[in-house]
């Protein structure tokens, strides 16, 4: 399967050294080879499967739970103002 | 050469939920920061979401008014890119199995030599997903402050395709849409605290040419007037642009409602790339026939359908009936008022001027209407029957709104009652006539506006209470006679 380290690690926001990059380009493309086996089998027919549980319709229902995660997360967070996260500034939107 | 726009329109819609799409975080507007929050909707490790059965029920009514195929099977989908806005780093949506597939919107729309005409948008899909947190910039010059309040909250995206061709279309299909989402009641669709937002597509290319030109998405815009006035602009700019020699880049611009200009929010050079795949936390859905029967047998009647209804059983004109039923209430409350006696077009007419500026003046909603409707047929009716003339009509409603009292009350009570008395009013004529020798010399002049004058006069003689058609009638026949 064809990919690109850069593009790879630039969308995972990650700033690859360039020895990691060999690296890492190696294991990926043994794990993606390792996958591409699965194309030898004959799927003709077969639903593909987007879950693997044999299982469907969970749902809950439309009723109010209050939380306390947000005291403990602004506790632990990086940066916080008051009842707010703070963040480097944004300029646009990804 | 001559260009034709091309527009597509993504509708965001809010569905009225009490709690968040995959957690039981409440969905409630102005919290404060961040106490709508917990596990699941920060994105903590270990955390699951389960899907709110409400939140898909009304995903599927909405689905069913626009008359799309809803899904037999579903999935849900992530959306990966990196925004403080998003803690997980992805956004839980659809990609492949939404919960509604193809569909249509019949609207109702003028042209540009204003003649009304029906017009079929299609809908490519409408699917769910989860909402993202908001960004505070205001007043921080070292960051920016995230409350994950909206985060979670669930969202329909209703995605057109790109049947719109012009700016006033556009405009005329977020109202039809607006109207029926409110008429199914899945949402309160108030565009200022965000349950309602709306991104547009717009192309142009020469007419006659099939191929669609290169397309931009235009964000920011916060409501349906800005909608139309960005599209105008941007169709501007690029037949411009075309017309310069240039390309178009296909990129997201924003809308400066201050300078009325869209602006590049120079994106990337690299396209995006979500990388969708299936949401492993959550497992597929199966609709069953019932379901799906259950929930159209509960659908109103639909605004289009009323206006059609309208016409046909009252008799209104076509504009008005489209007027009328785009707000649900503003429609009942007319069938109201013509159930209770009033004459169809009078209703029409007043509701549409004198109540509506009433409720306008004073800043409040039709359902909230200090005058009930039946109370307001009431005033309708004594118009209708010459007892009160429209100018005193107008004067009475603004007391009813005051007081309470019932219009024949007031009439009684202030002596209102239109003066039909030929005798009486036939004394006013002559009076007027013999002090007023220059209108009247005017007027057998052939100056049909010197009338205005003697009417005035006769009016003021009556205070106001004569009938003015009769004082019409009779002033023609003196002053020919
Ligand atoms: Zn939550």
């Known amino acids: 399967m064809e990919f690109k380290i850069e593009r790879v690690a630039e969308l995972a926001r990650l700033n690859l050294k360039s020895e990691e990059k060999q690296k890492l380009e190696k294991d990926l493309g043994a794990i993606l080879d390792y996958v591409k086996k699965l194309e030898a089998l004959d799927t003709k027919g077969v639903e593909p499967t987007s879950h693997v549980l044999n299982m469907e319709n969970v749902f809950r229902a439309d009723e109010v739970k209050p939380s306390d995660a947000a005291e403990k997360a602004l506790e632990h967070a990086p940066h916080a103002d008051g009842r707010f996260f703070k963040v480097p500034k944004i300029v646009h939107r990804d | 050469m001559n260009y034709e726009p091309v527009i597509g329109l993504e509708v965001h819609v809010q569905l ?21 929050t917990c596990p699941v909707c920060l994105g903590w490790p270990g955390s699951l979401p389960v899907l709110n059965e409400a939140a898909l029920k009304l995903g599927i009514r909405v689905g069913l008014a626009l008359n799309c195929k809803v899904a037999e099977r579903l999935k849900f989908d992530r959306k990966n890119y990196f925004y403080p806005d998003l ?123 099939e191929k669609f030109g290169t397309k931009v998405e235009i964000k920011n815009l916060n409501s349906f007037k800005m909608v139309q006035k960005a599209i105008q602009y941007e169709i501007e700019r690029q037949t411009e642009a075309i017309e310069g020699g240039e390309t178009i880049v296909q990129e997201t611009r924003l809308w400066d409602d201050g300078k009325g200009t869209t602006f590049s929010m120079r994106s990337k050079e690299e396209a995006h790339d979500y990388r969708y ?141 239109q003066v039909s008395d030929t005798g009486l009013i036939e004394k006013a004529v002559e009076k007027a006539i013999a002090a007023n020798p220059v209108a009247v010399a005017e007027f057998k002049a052939g100056k049909q506006k010197a009338l205005g004058a003697l009417v005035g006069a006769i009016m003021k003689e009556t205070q106001g209470k004569a009938n003015p058609k009769i004082v019409n009638e009779i002033l023609q026949k003196k002053l020919q006679g």
């Open chain 2, 16 to 36: 009225k939920t009490w709690s968040k799409l995959f957690c039981s975080c409440s969905t409630e507007f102005g919290a404060e920061g961040n106490s709508h």
């Open chain 2, 87 to 209: 803690p997980k780093a992805y956004q839980i949506s659809q990609f492949d199995m939404p919960v509604n597939g193809k569909g249509e919107l019949l609207i109702e729309t003028k042209t540009a030599d204003g003649k009304m005409i029906e017009r079929k948008i299609g809908i490519t899909r409408a699917h769910l997903e989860e909402d993202a947190g908001k960004l505070l910039h205001e007043g921080i010059t070292d960051g920016s402050l995230v409350d994950y309040n909206r985060g979670g909250i669930p969202l329909l995206e209703i995605v057109s395709e790109p049947d719109l061709r012009s700016p006033q279309e556009a405009y005329d299909y977020l109202t039809a849409l607006k109207a029926i989402l409110q008429y199914v009641e899945v949402s309160d669709c108030d565009m200022e605290k965000g349950s309602l937002r709306c991104d547009a597509n717009v192309s142009v290319r020469p007419v006659g040419q």
């Open chain 2, 277 to 417: 795949f299936p949401e492993p936390d959550l497992v597929p859905f199966t609709l069953s026939l019932e379901l799906v029967k259950s929930i159209e047998a509960t659908l109103p009647e639909l605004p289009m359908a009323r206006a059609k209804r309208f016409i046909k059983e009252f008799g209104i004109p076509e504009y008005d009936a489209y007027v009328l039923v785009q707000e649900k209430k503003l429609a009942e409350y007319f069938e109201a008022c013509v159930r209770e006696g009033a004459g169809a077009k009078t209703a029409s007419n007043w509701i549409q001027t004198e109540l509506l500026a009433m409720l306008n003046a004073k800043n409040i909603a039709i359902e909230d209407c200090p005058v009930a409707s039946k109370e307001f047929a009431g005033l309708l009716k004594l118009v209708e029957a010459g007892t009160v003339s429209g100018k005193t009509a107008k004067d009475v409603l603004q007391e009813m709104a005051a007081t309470g009292k019932a219009a024949d009350v007031i009439v009684k009570e202030k002596g209102l009652t």
